[in-house]
């Protein structure tokens, strides 16, 4: 609440405390008028005008106390600079509903299978635009459909452009493109492939079958074909914070023939389910799901922070077992007759063979547990040298066939953790 301070003269003219009355009074009534007193806008733009008025009347009427006039202008910029410090909240209060409209739309995106990332690579390696920014691609959009080198599934080809409306900004964009490495592929191809994860091209399915690949193996979002027939696979994550890939552990130990392990697993999920959900055994799919919603945050996950868990100790015992370990190396890095590319935004590389591998070891890394998160780690080691972190967490209802999976990602998403605690990057 504003203070008019009463002048310091010793002597004040009667015209003098008329006026200072007045403006008490017409304070008094424009703060009853709204009750929140002096922030409401309104109610301040018509107190600045009343304020003006009275300090043109009391300068006429008391000439020789200006000491009046001053504090009365006091009060006029305060009352101003409340007034645009309400406007300022008001600004920032849409700015932050805006941010939160922009951050939720792109929440909602959850379809990894259409990112434009993979679209930009594609536009690059075709080189038919003099720069890349929304408006130019969006401009050209049909330029680059009709391409006769561009082969693209017409059914989702729209997913990527739509999420290319999403994507950062201009500079990002440009800034993704910057690494993209020349000297690694041959630019000289007779056709580019978008594909996805979903292959809808006999020719690259066919490829893809030739080499004996299964899902894991699988790493080309984009192919390219050149004249002599050969191929050039390219994986592309949006940037290095992404996981390379995940593998269901327990489907891992069932391929390995692990299945007392796998039995085990199962039971200690199932068991932390029943504790908390009561008539477990006996709930539909759809009431097992609404059930395990409701306690999942404050019960289960609670529970999974605790890395000594039964349920952990199975896991360690599946990631532990060599043929398992196998498994997730030549899916890594899968034998091909094709060039294999990985590019993260940051690094553009060739996917080296499994056979190329001299050495490799996963090693428990029980300094990246927390007791707030429902999940352990490990580091993996290739040829001596730490490259990847992976992570073993839920990935669905714990309850559920393939609930526990193996993330795995690059060393860079943890190198702050990696150099805190000391942990070796050589063996």
Known sequence: MFIITRSTSKKMTSSAIVIQSIIRKKLGSCINLNKTHISDSECKHELEQQIKDLIKDHIKICTRHKQHAKNLKKLLKLVKKERDKEKKKERDKEKKKEKKKEKKARKKRKNADCQCTELLVCLYLLRILPVYDKQTIITNKQKILDDPRFRYNSTTIEHYFNDLQEYGTNKEMTKYMLHIDTNIIDFDFK??????????????????????????????????????????????????????????????????????????????????????????????????????????????????????????????????????????????????????????????????SYKNIQSYQFKRCNTLDTTTSAKIWYIVYINKKLHYIMEIRGKNEIYGGGAIQAFVYYKKTRLKDIQTYKIPEQL
């Open 191 to 352: 056709t580019i492939y978008l594909t996805g994860k979903k292959i809808i091209f006999p020719i690259i399915n066919h490829l893809i079958t030739s080499n004996k690949l299964n899902d894991r193996q699988k790493k080309g979002d984009i192919y390219l074909e050149y004249e002599n027939n050969s191929f050039t696979s390219i994986s592309v994550k949006k940037n290095f914070k992404c996981t390379l890939t995940n593998y269901p552990t327990e489907r891992l130990a069932k391929e390995c023939e692990l299945f007392d392990i796998v039995k085990e697993t199962k039971e200690c999920r199932l068991n932390i389910c029943k504790n908390y959900i009561p008539h477990f055994d006996t709930l539909s799919r759809k009431d097992k799901k609404i059930q395990y919603k409701l306690v999942r945050k404050e019960k289960i996950n609670s529970i999974l922070h605790n890395s000594n868990l039964d349920l952990w100790k199975n896991e360690e015992r599946i990631i532990n077992n060599t043929n398992v370990q196998q498994l997730i190396i030549e899916s890594m890095f899968p034998d091909v007759s094709f060039q294999n590319v990985s590019y993260d935004g940051d690094t553009w590389k060739n996917i080296i």
